[in-house]
């Protein structure tokens, strides 16, 4: 019993919402961890003004503005591998 409401909700091809409940589930880490280093980049910017330090906030401001773009790439392919999954021909 149990089994068949499980095929029916999974409608076939499990695989593919499986890896898509994995991908948004980074998805949204991803979310809300590139903000966190955006803003933690830009207080260093604010705060550390010599040689040393200074390096550190801009190479943590590039890692989050990569992230940051990552993120909007990953949503992107997270939604179609979604997508894909909901209308899949049969």
Do not use: C, H, Q
């Amino acid at each position: 019993m149990l089994e068949k409401l499980l095929k029916i909700l999974t409608m076939g091809n499990d695989s593919t919402l499986e890896k898509g409940i994995k991908k948004l589930l980074i998805f949204l880490g991803l979310l809300i961890a590139s903000p966190l280093v955006l803003s933690i980049a830009f207080k260093a910017l604010r705060i550390f003004k010599e040689a040393p330090k200074i390096f550190f906030a801009y190479s943590l401001l590039t890692i989050g503005v990569s992230l940051t773009l990552f993120t909007v790439y990953f949503g992107f392919k997270t939604f179609k591998t979604l997508l894909d999954y909901l209308f899949e021909k049969k």
